[in-house]
């Protein structure tokens, strides 16, 4: 059912949306009741959005406020993964010990003086945001942090500001008042950064809402926005999708041209900015590689690169995968994909791979149809790899695979044979 609040923000209700585990949380739990095809056609880099009907608790079990002081404590966390703002400004330095980690007591003063915490790159640090963002990368394809605000009763969290990510806002704690003001700018710049707006630049609100435990909220990056916690402390998780545009992909095929194309690895001509015959080599220069660019520059190697800066270069979770690495890997050993693993597989000439979490494999191509059943299979067994393979050979395979950090034993009660 859809309702407006104060302003043109759109509400969705859900009442159906029971409690889940961490482990269980994804995507889909935050734009609930909306289908991701209907969210990402209608609000997606467009408008706000809240969604409403979940349990009060609902995402505590990813992190709340019995957490912020262990995750002070444990992961001592730097200027820039902690910070302690108020509607003022960002404040500096005198929270920190003489090791350069943060007091903790000094934290609790200030915070009760009217500080927001911040504790940022939570992605990376704490178990079930790192499972969670892992699940949200997956679908989105688009790299996702997170961080954790907790804001004194009756006290502003941030100055008014816009953010140039996508945000989407979990209330785990409190009551915290919004207000959104139209977008300074259509689509800003991808930059991951923190634009405060002065109050006397501000328009009339866009919108206002309340958010209470358990209720969600989608900024589109861009539209400005400032909070105020009602009489009890507030706590909310802020995800952050640091999307990939088409200038990041344009520039990932010309990327990948250079690594084969030695002419866009050449020097400019001396004295382009000030010579004229420099200019005139530049321009002719140019329009070559223009020509030359629009030929042969291929998506698929786009793809490649995005894969390397989302997929390969972030590990799974940890589970324990020392335990594996010695194991002893027969013909019949059932295998499976360590979890939460995303894979894109990838063929050239006399070239077959597979890009996954934390690695890549590459081999000639005649491993591609076992690559193939490996990456559509739930349980992988050695013995049923296609692609003509010898034994030696798909041992010697799957065995990487397990050094390199793809596979591990398949669990009991796996069914066997591909999804």
């Known amino acids: 059912m859809m309702a407006k609040e104060t302003g043109a923000i759109e509400v969705v209700r859900d009442e159906k949306i029971e409690p889940k585990?961490?482990?269980?949380?994804?995507?889909?739990?935050?734009?609930?009741?909306?289908?991701?095809?209907v969210f990402f056609r209608e609000y997606w880099e467009q408008k706000p959005l809240v969604t409403r009907g979940r349990a009060r608790g609902f995402f505590a079990p990813l992190f709340s406020t019995r957490d912020v002081d262990r995750a002070i404590?444990?992961?001592?966390?730097?200027?820039?993964?902690?910070?302690?703002?108020?509607?003022?400004?960002?404040?500096?330095?005198?929270?920190?010990?003489?090791?350069?980690?943060?007091?903790?007591?000094?934290?609790?003063?200030?915070?009760?003086k009217g500080s927001t915490v911040i504790l940022s790159g939570l992605e990376e640090t704490w178990e079930t945001l790192a499972v969670f963002s892992r699940k949200v990368e997956a679908l989105l394809n688009h790299p996702v942090a997170?961080?954790?605000?907790?804001?004194?009763?009756?006290?502003?969290?941030?100055?008014?500001?816009?953010?140039?990510?996508?945000?989407?806002?979990?209330?785990?704690?409190?009551?915290k008042h919004w207000k959104v003001y139209p977008p300074m700018r259509e689509l800003p710049p991808v930059e991951g950064s923190y634009m405060p707006v002065p109050r006397e630049k501000l328009p009339a609100p866009l919108c206002e809402t309340e958010l209470h435990p358990g209720d969600m909220l989608y900024l589109p990056r861009g539209f400005v926005h400032e909070a105020k916690a009602a009489d009890s402390a507030s706590l909310h998780i802020t995800v952050d999708v640091h999307v990939r545009t088409w200038h990041d992909i344009l520039s990932d095929a010309l990327a990948a041209m250079a690594d084969r194309e030695s002419r866009l690895r050449k020097s400019l001509p001396p004295g382009i900015l000030s010579d004229d015959r420099s200019r005139s080599s530049l321009e002719a220069g140019f329009r070559e590689l223009m020509g030359l660019i629009q030929r042969e520059a291929?998506?698929?190697?786009?793809?490649?690169?995005?894969?390397?800066?989302?997929?390969?270069?972030?590990?799974?979770?940890?589970?324990?995968?020392?335990?594996?690495?010695?194991?002893?890997?027969?013909?019949?050993?059932?295998?499976?994909?360590?979890?939460?693993?995303?894979?894109?597989?990838?063929?050239?000439?006399?070239?077959?791979?597979?890009?996954?979490?934390g690695n890549q494999l590459l081999g000639p191509a005649k491993i591609a149809e076992a690559l193939r059943y490996i990456d559509e299979s739930r349980v992988v067994v050695p013995a049923h790899l296609p692609g003509g393979l010898s034994d030696n050979e798909k041992l010697v395979l799957v065995r990487r695979l397990?050094?390199?950090?793809?596979?591990?034993?398949?669990r009991e009660g796996s069914a066997e044979g591909r999804e």
């Open 21 to 37: 585990s961490a482990g269980e949380i994804g995507f889909g739990d935050l734009i609930a009741p909306l289908t991701p095809d």
């Open 73 to 112: 404590c444990y992961f001592k966390p730097r200027p820039g993964r902690l910070d302690l703002v108020t509607e003022g400004g960002f404040v500096r330095d005198n929270f920190l010990g003489p090791d350069g980690a943060a007091n903790i007591n000094l934290v609790y003063e200030s915070y009760l």
């Open 146 to 175: 997170i961080a954790v605000y907790l804001t004194p009763p009756n006290h502003h969290g941030v100055q008014p500001h816009f953010d140039t990510q996508e945000n989407f806002i979990l209330q785990v704690e409190g009551v």
């Open 298 to 357: 291929r998506l698929s190697d786009a793809l490649s690169k995005h894969a390397e800066k989302l997929i390969v270069s972030k590990p799974p979770p940890p589970d324990g995968h020392f335990a594996m690495l010695h194991a002893d890997i027969g013909l019949n050993t059932p295998l499976q994909k360590r979890a939460l693993m995303q894979t894109r597989r990838v063929q050239d000439e006399g070239l077959a791979g597979l890009q996954f979490s």
């Open 402 to 410: 397990v050094r390199v950090g793809l596979l591990t034993h398949a």
